[in-house]
């Protein structure tokens, strides 16, 4: 436990000094959760004086736009790092932004697959009723998904990996080069949904935050959410 927590503090301490050097600024905090084949990275007190001015001015895409261009360059450093830090090829990278809470998330997925014994729903949670609620979400986007898996990565922390996240017709505008302009307008239509569906009755506590990214090429996508820790 301890080596498990000096490799996310060394991860944390990275990644704080990696967007302070090429932002000009770096988050107040770094939260980092190390779980085989997920590494989660969730900071908050993330926001640059200019980035600052220009929500003012409502100029939220150019914020999105720089912050990407940005963070695709910084992919191959990163990945590149963590593979030093924890001893893992990193395949997978997911990037999103809450530019109101000014707080964002990384994730990092290995090549290994995920071993469901290590992701256990915990027992005084509703799964069922939690599945449904996911569904009803996902025939609401018109979604017809070719798999669905929930990890249960900790008290705080729950991941959906989503297969087939791509419906024909965003399929069609990323092949005709929209798909920037599909991500700015899809991901707060999901978050909102998601926001909506009720999973706070659920697990009986506050959902602070969710956060979603997905890969265009390999059609999977992940959704993150960041809740109380139930005292």
């Not at 991901?187 to 969710?210: C, D, N, T």
Request: hydrophobic share 40%; glycine share 4%; charged share 30%.
């Amino acid at each position: 436990m301890l080596k498990e927590r000096s490799i996310e503090t060394e991860v944390g301490g990275f990644i704080s000094t990696l967007l302070r050097k090429h932002f000009g600024k770096g988050p107040t905090s770094v939260y980092v959760t190390i779980k085989r084949p997920f590494i989660i990275m969730h900071f908050r007190g993330f926001t640059t004086t200019m980035e600052k001015i220009l929500l003012k001015q409502n100029e939220w895409k150019r914020v999105l736009e720089t912050r990407n261009l940005l963070v695709q360059d910084l992919k191959p450093i990163i990945r590149r790092q963590l593979m030093e830090i924890v001893g893992w090829t990193i395949d997978e990278f997911y990037v999103d932004w809450n530019l109101d809470f000014e707080t964002g998330t990384f994730l990092a997925v290995s090549s290994e697959k995920a071993d469901p014994l290590n992701f256990e729903w915990p027992s005084e949670y509703d799964k069922v009723i939690f599945d449904m609620k996911l569904e009803q979400v996902c025939k609401t986007l018109q979604r017809n998904l070719h798999q669905t898996d929930t990890y249960w990565v900790n008290d705080r922390t729950l991941l959906i990996c989503w297969s087939g996240v791509l419906t024909e017709i965003e399929k069609a505008l990323i092949r005709n080069g929209h798909s920037e302009i599909l991500k700015y307008t899809k991901r707060p239509l999901e978050r909102s949904m998601l926001e909506a569906a009720g999973f706070e009755s659920v697990f009986e506590k506050r959902i602070q935050e969710i956060f979603l990214d997905w890969d265009n090429e390999s059609n999977i996508g992940y959704v993150i959410m960041v809740m109380d820790i139930k005292k």
